[in-house]
């Protein structure tokens, strides 16, 4: 137990001391935020529908938009960059010097896995927390305790399954460059294939079936079905129905079948746990070498 502890705290410190990890892995976020901020936010609460929500409204209809989709892309962004330290250790050759010691092959590919899912976990719940007090502050509303304990559940839960797939992919990575490669388009290219960027609708039919294969985009849903949901309350039920499909809170089934939200999810653990046993098998190859 004291090994795999040492084990995480050093993955953990390895990462934070690294200021240019830290920076680009929030990358994704940052302009994902400066777009919707700048640009496709306001697309989201203007036309003539609009005319009679109050400002405030707007505001706490538009955060809950943004932020449902960021808090996602957040943790694979993060995730990704604290397995950085995986690629690292394997081209510095620190990894060869960990085999040379006591502790078990399994506690050193767990504490990777722990570390990621620490860190991301951590910092996905402060973003969530200062949107909370942002919301509050700039709209005078403020989300209740339901919706507060269920946005963090499913952040802990989506970390795990970003963890897990962000495990498996950078077990198939031999280069830091490939790696910055990975990390550079990653966010980008799941932002768009699940919807968060622009609505599916948008993108067409076609891509809407890709997207009904991507774990993100049901996770996406199901996160802004629970942050938008005080504010869908807020207006007309007609109105609020009308805004599901726009602002991605419906439900898109698999290739348009209709499946309930809770096999999805339980879909998406199964292959969270399918992935991290494929990491573990690629971990020990490496480590055998």
């Not at 109050?54 to 996602?72: A, H, P, Q, R």
């Not at 946005?151 to 963890?163: E, Q």
């Not at 939200?261 to 992935?275: E, T, Y």
């Not at 991290?276 to 020990?284: P, S, W």
Request: positive net charge; contains cysteine; aromatic residues 12%.
């Amino acid at each position: 137990m004291f090994n795999i502890t040492s084990l995480i705290k050093r993955n953990v410190k390895v990462f934070l001391r690294d200021k240019a990890a830290v920076f680009f892995s929030f990358l994704s976020v940052i302009i994902l935020l400066g777009l919707y901020f700048l640009f496709l936010g306001r697309q989201y609460t203007t036309g003539g529908s609009f005319d009679t929500v109050e400002d405030n409204l707007k505001t706490f209809l538009g955060v809950g938009v943004i932020m449902g989709g960021v808090l996602v892309v957040n943790t694979v962004s993060l995730s990704l960059g604290v397995m950085g330290t995986i690629v690292s250790d394997i081209e510095t050759r620190r990894l060869e010097g960990f085999m040379v010691t006591p502790i078990e092959r399994y506690k050193v590919i767990l504490s990777y896995f722990i570390s990621s899912t620490l860190v991301t976990v951590v910092l996905s719940l402060m973003m969530w927390g200062l949107t909370i007090l942002y919301v509050g502050i700039s709209s005078g509303y403020w989300y209740n305790l339901e919706t507060i304990v269920i946005s963090s559940l499913l952040i802990l839960f989506y970390t795990f399954i970003s963890s897990a797939l962000m495990l498996f992919l950078v077990t198939l990575i031999k280069s830091q460059n490939a790696f910055g490669a990975l990390a550079g388009v990653l966010g980008t290219v799941i932002g768009f294939m699940s919807g968060i960027y622009m609505p599916l609708f948008v993108l067409g039919k076609g891509m809407s079936n890709v997207a009904s294969v991507v774990p993100f985009t049901h996770m996406t849903i199901l996160l802004k079905q629970v942050i938008l949901k005080q504010a869908y309350a807020e207006l007309p039920a007609p109105f609020a129905e009308g805004l599901a499909e726009s602002y991605g809170t419906q439900e898109i089934g698999v290739f348009g079948l209709e499946v309930p939200m809770f096999w999805l999810m339980v879909g998406c653990f199964g292959i969270a746990l399918i992935l991290l046993a494929l990491a573990y098998r690629n971990m020990n190859k490496k480590m055998v070498k």
